[in-house]
């Protein structure tokens, strides 16, 4: 018939015939009745035979395609057979509008866990794909249905449900939607489903998750669920309020640490389980976000410095951990994990001159009373204070090491140059020679010393005056120590004690009682001394010395007798802990020294900005040496020591205006 020029004829009346056949088909679909499924079962079976059919029509009428049709910009055998069955649907409105809203009533038995149609409706959809029906008249209404349905369930879920099993239950519902699209949805679908479910289920309960659920998940170190909101957070770009929050939940956990003052032992050990905690949420939950260890670190900051005290309490946490044997006792390891855990907690302290002033204290007890742990530990520790802040921060603990081993030395020297009188007096005599200016101040006392020790103290004066030039000893008795080897009933005990001590028991060698103010005149040490010393060897633990009397207080007439039925296990007896332990009266002295020499470090910042601005503003000057100190510093601190410059000719007020000051030069 294409050869005889029929083909016009032959392409109008196959064109009829595949429009009579869809109509035919739509009209079965119309008169279909039941449940969505049947009506989309229908529509499968039918299409299957339809694609078929066109098929053998395109087999057939080939020769008609090739040199009728494509020659004449027509569309092809299988297009038309196409666009028919779509013209045909659209036709019927109501029938597009079942099938649509089959589609859609399965998807949402899917949703609410009902059944499982992904099959019947990847076939559907496709069919809707395939015919250019898709995008018109689905995807507007099933992306409308889809917005509703996340409202309500948002709604729902999140009154009914703890945010743990929200959160849970919103990534079960991402997974779901995921799968759904990948399966049976066109890939164009993806993007606007997932915005919805992502602002409905997420970013419109921000603050319902971050209220509900955040002081639950930190307390109860939930760090799954961290993970699980730090992830759908991310997905709708929401991190920012978790971040404000999860830095508000931890200054105020850490406020409530710092702030016990009932029981101040438990605050470093409460701080550091609270570092665990946050770095393995930071770590794990939060993938080490920049944003997110740069809050932390503020929040840090924030509460570390609202105590006073803790840069004190950092400095006797590796004091103890320094010290020789006790509880404190940890491994090399464990040891060096320890204070890498205390130095984190040193980096967010403003205060460091504190911990400075009370870690060189602590540092010169153990070692002028021999009581560090090794000196490898201490060198650690050093170590890690100089990577932190510096060598200025250690240098002069540098120094003081310098004086330990130069002692060494003079006492080497000491000892080969009086070997004879030495050996005469059997007495294993040590002196530690220390620069004044290097070590920590200690409280001076008098004290007179038996007629051997005192001595060998002339013997040393002598050697050293002789060795040393323009330079003169002063010496300290408050951190001497002795072992006094003692004879009781039952066995020999060495005794470990300070010289003060020492002095108290060597009375005893020509007398076994003594009354309190008999002491006092031997030894010529002042009374509140005197009682400091002489309680040790009184009590229960190491009895040394029984005391009359029955009141707490010590008086001139107590009568102190020699326990000469003192007995322990023990062979060594220290009786001279509280040497290495601070009084409340040192604590004091050493927060008042420090913020004394806090005066000078303003004044020298005040005068270096000056002299180089020559001229500047009150509040301009404040900031300026805000900006360049690092210790805690209040307004009224800058205030009172430009004061202090005015009245010494370092600066003056401008003759205008009061508040602007000139440097004099």
């Not at 020294?593 to 020298?604: F, G, L, P, T």
């Not at 002299?611 to 805000?626: A, G």
């Amino acid at each position: 018939m294409c050869l005889q020029d029929e083909r016009v004829w032959l392409y109008e009346h196959l064109k009829q015939m595949v429009d009579a056949q869809v109509e035919s088909l739509v009209n079965e679909l119309n008169a279909q009745e039941g449940e969505a499924s049947v009506l989309l079962n229908e529509l499968n079976t039918q299409w299957k035979t339809y694609i078929s059919q066109v098929s053998i029509i395109r087999s057939i009428f080939m020769y008609l395609e090739r040199d009728y049709m494509l020659q004449n910009g027509l569309k092809t055998i299988t297009d038309l057979c196409y666009t028919a069955f779509k013209n045909a649907l659209e036709k019927v409105p109501e029938v597009l509008e079942r099938l649509v809203s089959s589609v859609l009533h399965l998807i949402n038995q899917e949703r609410s866990e009902e059944m499982d149609h992904r099959l019947a409706l990847k076939d559907v959809n496709n069919i809707l794909t395939t015919l250019g029906l898709y995008w018109k008249y689905f995807e507007p209404k099933f992306l409308k249905e889809t917005q509703e349905f996340f409202e309500k369930e948002s709604k729902a879920k999140s009154e009914a449900m703890r945010v743990p099993e929200y959160l849970r239950h919103v990534e079960k519902r991402m997974k779901e939607e995921y799968n759904r699209l990948t399966t049976y949805l066109d890939p164009s679908t993806s993007s606007p489903v997932m915005q919805l479910l992502e602002s409905h289920l997420i970013a419109q309960r921000v603050e319902f998750l971050l209220e509900k659920g955040l002081k639950d998940h930190f307390d109860n170190n939930r760090i799954e669920d961290f993970k699980r909101m730090y992830a759908l957070f991310q997905k709708c770009d929401q991190l920012e309020p978790l971040k404000v929050e999860f830095a508000k939940v931890l200054k105020e956990r850490g406020k409530e640490i710092v702030s016990n003052q009932e029981n101040r032992k438990e605050i470093i050990p409460n701080l550091l389980q609270l570092r665990t905690k946050v770095n393995s949420i930071s770590s794990e939950a939060f993938k080490s976000n920049y944003e997110f260890k740069f809050a932390i670190k503020g929040a840090w900051e924030n509460f570390m410095n609202l105590n006073s005290k803790i840069a004190e309490l950092c400095a006797q946490d590796l004091d103890n951990h320094l010290r020789k044997s006790g509880k404190y006792n940890l491994r090399d390891e464990e040891f060096e994990n320890h204070v890498k855990e205390i130095i984190e907690l040193f980096r967010y302290i403003s205060a460091k001159d504190i911990f400075e002033a009370f870690y060189q204290k602590k540092l010169a007890k153990r070692l002028l009373l021999e009581k560090s742990r090794s000196d490898e530990a201490e060198k650690s520790v050093i170590a890690k204070l100089k990577a932190e802040c510096g060598s200025t921060f250690t240098n002069r603990i540098h120094n003081m090491y310098k004086d330990i081993e130069t002692s060494k030395l003079l006492m080497e020297s000491f000892r080969e140059a009086h070997e004879s009188q030495l050996s005469s007096l059997d007495i294993d005599f040590n002196v530690v020679t220390l620069t004044g200016s290097v070590w920590p101040p200690q409280p001076k006392s008098t004290v007179t010393l038996p007629s051997r020790l005192l001595s060998l103290q002339s013997l040393y004066n002598q050697f050293y005056t002789q060795s040393i030039k323009r330079r003169v000893l002063s010496w300290q008795a408050s951190m001497s120590h002795c072992v006094l080897k003692a004879n009781f009933k039952s066995s020999v005990k060495d005794l470990c004690v300070s010289l003060h001590q020492a002095v108290i028991l060597l009375l005893y060698n020509s007398q076994d009682s003594m009354s309190f103010g008999s002491i006092l005149s031997s030894i010529n040490i002042s009374e509140e001394i005197a009682k400091r010393e002489i309680l040790p060897l009184t009590m229960k633990k190491h009895r040394i010395l029984t005391k009359t009397g029955k009141s707490s207080e010590t008086s001139p007439e107590d009568l102190f007798t020699l326990n000469q039925n003192f007995a322990s296990k023990f062979r060594r007896i220290v009786i001279n802990s509280l040497q290495i332990k601070e009084t409340k009266q040192e604590t004091n002295e050493t927060i008042e020294k420090v913020i004394s020499e806090r005066q000078y470090i303003i004044d020298a910042a005040i005068v270096r900005i000056m002299k180089t601005r020559k001229k500047l503003s009150h509040n301009e000057l404040v900031s300026e040496v805000f900006s360049q100190l690092q210790f805690p510093l209040q307004s009224s601190d800058v205030k009172k020591r430009i004061e202090n410059l005015i009245e010494r000719d370092y600066l003056e007020r401008d003759e205008n205006n009061r508040a602007l000051y000139h440097y004099i030069s």
